[in-house]
C-alpha cells in the first residue's frame, strides 16, 4: 500500500502531539499543514518537518494529500471534515467529532458516498489498555456500579476568572466541559457498558453560559454507572468498575494509565501492559489500517454515535446550548 499523505488542520498543542505519532507510525507521513496565518503555520510546519503551508483551504483539500487530520474548534469540525470529503479526502477528526448524533450520521453518509474513511480521534477507543481492561470484565463478576471520572483544571481557567475569556471556554466555539473532557468517560463508558436505558445529568454553568462541570447518571438495568468531568476541577479518584468478585481501576482514561484488577479476595495486579507514552499511535495506525482496507471504522464510529447520542441528551437536560 502506499504512504498516506497527511495534511494537518489546526497547529494547537493536540496537532503537535499527533505528528509526533505520526512519526512513530507506518503506513503515514506528515505531509502538509493548513492555517489561516502564514507564520503559524510555516512555524508549525518547521517544528515537524513539513514542507507545504496553505493558507487557502480549497488549495490545501485540492493538494495531493491523501487525508486530513482536523483539531480547529469544535464548531468547525463538521464543515472542514465534509469539504475535505468531498475532495476525496480520508478524516481523522478530533473528538468529540461532530456537535451532534445527527451530525455525525450525516457525516459518515458523506463518507459512504465518497468512498473515504471517517473517524473520530478518540484515544481510548483505539488503546489496548481500555480494551485490556474490558477484556477482564469476567473476572469480577457481576457489575453492580461503575464510575468513570475524568476532571482536569484547564490552564486556561485562571484567564477566565481574571476576566479573559479565551476560545476554550466560549460556548460559541461549540465549547462545554462535556465537549472537552466528558466525551472521554462518556466514551469509555460506552465501550463497557453500551447505550443507556435512561441518562440524569447535572451541569454547573459559568456566568457567560459555558459548561464547567458535570455529573450523569446512566441507567443500564442492574449496573448504574456514573460519569464525572470538569474543566475547572482535578480529579483525586482513578475510575472504577465494581463488581461482586472485585474491580477494575484506570487512572487517567484519555492515557489509559495505572489499568489494575483488584480481586475482592486476592492481589491487585497492573493489566495494561508495557506501554509507550504516546498512546495517540493507536488511532493513527487504525486510521492507516481503515483506509488500506484491512480493517473497517465500523466499532468506533457506532460508539461515537452513542456517546454524542448521550451528549445530546445531556445537553437539553441541561440547556447546553453553542448559539
Not at 475532495?87 to 473515504?116: C, N, Q, W, Y
Not at 441518562?199 to 447518571?217: K, P, W
Request: aromatic share 8%; glycine share 8%.
Amino acid at each position: 500500500m502506499k504512504t498516506v499523505k497527511l495534511g494537518i488542520i489546526g497547529t494547537n498543542f493536540v496537532s503537535d502531539w499527533l505528528c509526533d505519532g505520526v512519526k512513530k507510525c507506518d503506513g503515514i507521513i506528515n505531509h502538509a499543514v493548513y492555517s489561516r496565518r502564514e507564520e503559524t503555520g510555516r512555524a508549525f510546519a518547521d517544528k515537524h518537518n513539513i514542507d507545504t503551508v496553505y493558507t487557502d483551504m480549497e488549495e490545501f483539500l485540492s493538494s495531493d494529500i491523501d487525508a486530513v487530520y482536523i483539531a480547529s474548534p469544535n464548531f468547525l469540525h463538521y464543515s472542514q471534515a465534509e469539504a475535505a470529503m468531498r475532495h476525496g479526502k480520508h478524516v481523522l477528526v478530533e473528538k468529540p467529532a461532530a456537535l451532534t448524533k445527527d451530525e455525525f450520521i450525516s457525516l459518515e453518509k458523506i463518507a459512504r458516498e465518497m468512498g473515504v474513511v471517517i473517524l473520530e480521534a478518540m484515544r481510548p477507543a483505539h488503546d489496548p489498555a481500555t480494551h485490556e481492561a474490558i477484556s477482564h470484565l469476567s473476572d469480577i463478576g457481576t457489575v453492580r456500579r461503575a464510575v468513570f471520572e475524568f476532571c482536569q483544571y484547564s490552564s486556561r481557567y485562571d484567564k477566565f476568572k481574571a476576566g479573559e475569556i479565551l476560545n476554550a471556554f466560549n460556548p460559541k466555539m461549540g465549547n462545554a466541559a462535556v465537549m472537552d473532557i466528558g466525551v472521554y468517560p462518556l466514551h469509555v463508558c460506552a465501550m463497557f457498558f453500551g447505550e443507556p436505558n435512561s441518562i440524569r445529568a447535572q451541569s454547573t454553568v459559568l456566568h457567560n453560559g459555558f459548561e464547567g462541570m458535570g455529573s450523569v447518571i446512566l441507567d443500564y438495568g442492574e449496573i448504574e454507572a456514573e460519569v464525572v468531568y470538569s474543566k475547572i476541577a482535578d480529579s483525586v479518584n482513578p475510575s472504577a468498575i465494581l463488581g461482586e468478585d472485585g474491580a477494575i481501576t484506570i487512572g487517567k482514561l484519555s492515557m489509559g494509565e495505572n489499568v489494575r484488577l483488584i480481586p475482592r479476595n486476592g492481589e491487585a495486579k497492573e493489566i495494561s501492559g508495557t506501554r509507550g507514552t504516546d498512546n495517540m499511535v493507536y488511532e493513527i495506525g487504525d486510521f492507516v489500517r481503515i483506509i488500506n482496507g484491512e480493517t473497517t471504522a465500523d466499532y468506533w464510529n457506532k460508539l461515537t454515535e452513542i456517546t454524542l447520542g448521550i451528549i445530546d441528551e445531556i445537553r437539553k437536560q441541561n440547556s447546553i446550548s453553542f448559539e
